[in-house]
């Protein structure tokens, strides 16, 4: 069933300023029913979890729907799911606790694909116990990383491989079936970083393989906040560092402080909103999300293709996103123009197509892009076809101007 963009657009306050948004990949924007369930949190009775007081059973239960909503997105269990400020600080949250059990002559892989927050976390962590880090490339030419290119950095020694589902910046969505089975055919954990994937792919990391997950809610219609998700059993043998008094309970063990239950009622109405995409959609939330991002993937797909065959007709434009799959995530560059003025001169015609590196600069360096970077467009469940004619017909008058 074809999305119906229109009664998306129309649920999203910020629309309304009338740019035709293409910053998706930095944050989507924010469904009504999200703010009024952020809302709704903070008007009742709201207090340290228990079961005592209104407060209390508020707050046990806001934190309660927001993990079962995670798990139905991320295929997982709510035990399995951990609540934190970021996936940057989830990250290096989950380094420090793994890099316990490393030890000099020990391997960590990254690759060069990669987000920043996959990658520094887990060199820092390493540099901190003496292990070794090896760096995985991808081709530059295609934007692919292949199976190959983690197995030839891949030894009897290597602990953890952090890759991404898919690249925030050239949108590329390696293999993760065929790199886990590498990985864990060395007797290593497989990390993966999965905010940009979350917002365009059912994720089922049982299928990815992989050991440990993380995403953003403000990818996919939420709030600011950060998930990681594994298995229960997995999360019990590690210690990661806390207060004494605070439980040790799985998954409480690993969330420092007192959750923004608030953001955590966003985050349910958000998951909810994505699983109502498809309004013919029946079953469970998993079933309908399943449906739902079926219908998001082929909206999305008919726009990228739209974007990229415009961009073919126009003079001097570079697109450097090129990887067989990938999420509708397109990189370029424009003939004579910086990045930044590209960006400045799209703004003027009311179309949010931001510039830089977006943080995966190992990646921006490796294309040959430099600490500039390039111009970014991603795509989201309320961009329109009337966006991209927008974006399309801006291009066309920066470039023949």
């Known amino acids: ?80 799911i951990v609540l934190g400020r970021s996936a940057t600080q989830l990250a290096y949250d989950l380094s420090r606790t793994l890099a316990k059990a ?23 962590a390493a540099e901190a116990v003496g292990a070794r880090v090896r760096r995985a490339d991808f081709d530059p030419a295609t934007g692919e990383l292949h199976p190959e290119h983690i197995e030839s950095v891949l030894s009897p020694r290597t602990r953890l491989v952090a890759v991404t589902a898919a690249s925030n910046l050239i949108g590329t969505m390696p293999d993760l079936p065929a790199i886990a089975r590498l990985t864990h055919g060395v007797g290593a954990l497989l990390h993966v970083d999965a905010v940009h994937y979350a917002s365009h792919a059912v994720v089922d990391p049982v299928a990815l393989g992989a050991d440990t997950l993380v995403c953003s809610p403000y990818k996919f219609l939420g709030p600011h906040l950060g998930v990681l998700a594994a298995r229960p059993e997995f999360l019990e043998t590690l210690r990661p560092d806390k207060l004494l008094p605070s439980s040790d309970a799985v998954p409480e063990r690993f969330e420092l402080g007192t959750l923004p239950y608030e953001l955590l009622a966003g985050t349910r109405a958000a998951v909810d ?22 219908a998001l993937e082929a909206h999305e797909d008919a726009l990228r293709g739209r974007i990229e065959r415009g961009l073919a007709d126009l003079g001097g434009v570079t697109v450097h996103s090129r990887a067989a799959r990938r999420t509708p995530t397109l990189l370029f560059t424009v003939a004579g123009l ?13 179309v949010d197509a931001p510039a830089g590196t977006f943080y995966a600069l190992e990646a921006a360096r490796h294309l040959g892009l430099g600490d500039e970077g390039a111009v970014r467009v991603g795509l989201a469940p309320y961009t329109s076809a009337g966006d991209v004619d927008r974006l399309l017909t801006a291009l066309a008058a920066l470039t023949t101007g």
């Open 1 to 80: 069933m074809a999305l119906d963009v229109d009664a998306i657009r129309a649920q999203i306050p910020a629309l309304k300023s009338g740019s035709a948004r293409f910053d998706a990949p930095g944050g989507t924007q924010t469904p009504q029913p999200v703010i009024d369930a952020i809302g709704e949190a903070l008007a009742n009775p709201l207090a340290n979890r228990g079961r005592t007081t209104e407060g209390e059973r508020n707050a046990d239960g806001i934190v309660a729907d927001a993990r079962s909503a995670l798990a139905d997105l991320l295929g997982t269990e709510p035990r399995g």
């Open 102 to 124: 490393w030890a000099p002559g020990d391997e960590v892989v990254v690759t060069r694909l990669d987000h920043d927050s996959n990658i520094r976390p887990w060199i820092q």
């Open 273 to 294: 909103f994505l699983a109502g995409l498809e309004p013919d959609a029946h079953g469970g939330r998993r079933e309908r999300l399943v449906a739902s991002f079926a």
């Open 338 to 350: 910086s990045p930044a003025e590209v960006y400045r001169r799209l703004a003027e015609h009311g």
